[in-house]
């Protein structure tokens, strides 16, 4: 299932990662475990923030997946499926049936 990581990360734990250089490879990493489809980032809520698009093969993964945005970022997470525009398109034939 396609989903939206969207990650609040907290500017003072990642700032403290910039400072000691830790911040660019806990994100590789991160987002290496993700293998997404797609990564956007930006600042909202003044923070910065992620939004990774990936797929969930099965929500055992959670855990896993997002345990280094908590860990390392101090991040709020919130995990939501979204579809492209082809799964709309899918999802909308199916309604006329």
């Known amino acids: 299932m396609r989903v939206l990581l969207k990650a609040i990360l907290d500017t003072e734990k990642t700032n403290d990662a910039i400072r000691n250089g830790t911040m660019q490879k806990s994100m590789q990493s991160a987002l290496e475990a993700l293998s997404p489809e797609a990564v956007y980032f930006t600042a909202e809520e003044g923070c910065r923030t992620a939004f990774i698009f990936f797929d ?33 398109a899918k999802g909308l034939t199916a309604l006329g049936r």
Request: no cysteine.
């Open 56 to 88: 969930l093969a099965d929500t055992s993964q959670i855990p896993k997946l997002a345990e280094p945005f908590y860990m390392d970022m101090g991040a709020k997470i919130s995990i939501v499926p979204v579809m492209n525009r082809e799964d709309l």
